[in-house]
């Protein structure tokens, strides 16, 4: 990088910040491009992670730049910044050469009626008049009783080997991975199945990890058997059994996601890779957020008993990241038998919306399009013979203010056809029918 950060009397992070506006601006950044990682660039000016960060964070609240969730930063379209119209009066305050999106079926937030509110808040009242809990600090290790709880769940319903020592509960799957990577730093390098999962590199890159793109050059292989592809497609048990025979072998630690099991629509979960080792050498992580609310930040993790006396080491100097209401209202809540229920209102919900989605699409493009539903239950798939390929329909579409997924498929026999997928999780079913009619449109502009 051509930044001089000795020059002149500006705060190192104002200097960061002006070299990449001035590098976006004259476009020699252009809209699209990824940032490199705050790591990185930290390690390229030898400035601290700090500084770059707030850099970065300078520059997202002025719009050059956006976070994308589980990937990074990227330029946007923006040129110049809202407060400098004078200088270029045919700017708008606050355009973008990138379309607002409107129909956003790539979203993994949650539909408005997948949730009883009411319920909830009345766990949570029910908790907040446990006054005397309410004045003191959550355990560490997450609330005992909720781990009982968990316990119970993830060994009935996925088949896991452990017990309530085993569990830590935390706010989120990036505040436990900071919790274990420093328990298994020895191993310093870790391949991860979906390389999409840049927030989770991120956090083995902050504390030393090289992430490789070989397994058979890792210590650490970070998987998601329950939704191992953008199709949702699911580790059968013979792979599971042979990934776990190969990592004993070359003592591989396994780190399992077990991201969307419960969202199947044509098979049962199958048993989870921890559980399938008898608890040994795999670290389990799940969360309730996709259950329940994204908002509600519940995560937890099960450590093998290998690693448990490293952290009764130091889990004393870590403060408990969930809120200590929230874990015990979830503790009831699970208690009465609610979450069963609500797979079962996820499930029906999400499964109508995709029929609903499919049934749309079969109308608007009768045979020019192949429409099928995903295993997991959010997903509508799309093959449109067209003379676009899937990343040219994807983009045709975001003009429309329509985002979907791009499905990459290297066999000839795909070729004339664009392959998109639709998650109908956030997208209100009424708003299918303009949502199909944009897409129509975008597709036959882009044949034209």
């Known amino acids: ?210 992430v490789e793109k070989d397994k058979e050059n890792a210590n650490v292989l970070y998987m998601t058997p329950s939704h191992m592809t953008s199709l949702g497609d699911v580790m059968s048990v013979q792979k599971r059994l042979e990934l776990l025979k190969e990592c004993a072998a070359h003592d591989r630690l396994i780190i399992e996601d077990d991201y969307d099991n419960e969202f199947r629509y044509f098979t049962k979960p199958i048993p989870c890779l921890q559980g399938l080792a008898g608890g040994e050498n795999v670290v389990y992580l799940s969360t309730f957020s996709k259950l329940l609310l994204p908002s509600i930040r519940l995560s937890f993790m099960i450590l093998p008993d290998s690693l448990l006396p490293l952290y009764e080491q130091k889990k004393a100097l870590y403060n408990q990241t969930a809120s200590k209401s929230e874990q015990l209202a979830l503790c009831q809540f699970l208690r009465d038998g609610h979450l069963d229920s609500q797979i079962r209102k996820l499930k029906r919900l999400y499964s109508n919306k995709a029929k609903t989605l499919s049934t749309l699409l079969e109308e608007a493009f009768g045979n020019q399009a192949q429409i099928y539903m995903g295993e997991s239950v959010f997903l509508v798939h799309m093959k449109l013979k067209c003379r676009m390929n899937g990343d040219e329909l994807r983009d045709r579409a975001r003009e429309k203010g329509i985002s979907v997924f791009s499905i990459h498929k290297t066999s000839s026999k795909n070729e004339g056809y664009a392959h998109i997928a639709l998650s109908c999780c956030e997208v209100p079913a009424e708003r299918f029918p303009d949502a199909v009619r944009l897409l129509k449109e975008a597709t036959v502009e882009g044949n034209g």
């Open 1 to 210: 990088m051509n930044l001089d950060l000795h020059s002149g009397h500006s705060t190192r992070y104002l200097q960061v910040y002006e070299y990449y506006k001035n590098l976006i601006v004259t476009s020699r950044l252009m809209p699209g491009t990824k940032m490199p990682s705050i790591r990185r660039c930290a390690q390229q000016l030898g400035l601290s992670r700090t500084t770059i960060e707030t850099a970065y964070l300078c520059l997202a609240a002025d719009g050059y730049i956006i976070s994308k969730p589980q990937s990074g930063y990227y330029v946007t379209g923006r040129t110049v910044k809202n407060t400098s119209h004078k200088d270029n009066p045919g700017t708008k305050a606050g355009s973008s050469s990138s379309p607002e999106i409107q129909y956003n079926f790539t979203s993994n937030n949650v539909d408005a009626d997948s949730f009883d509110f009411n319920l909830w808040r009345r766990y949570i009242k029910s908790t907040l008049r446990q006054d005397g809990r309410m004045l003191t600090y959550g355990e560490p290790q997450g609330e005992y009783e909720l781990r009982e709880v968990i316990c119970n769940y993830v060994i009935n319903k996925r088949n896991a080997v452990c017990r309530p020592e085993n569990i830590i509960i935390g706010a989120g799957s990036q505040t436990l991975m900071n919790i274990l990577c420093p328990l298994i730093r020895e191993r310093k390098n870790v391949c991860f199945h979906d390389s999409r999962f840049a927030q989770g590199m991120v956090i083995f890159e902050d504390y030393g990890f090289d």
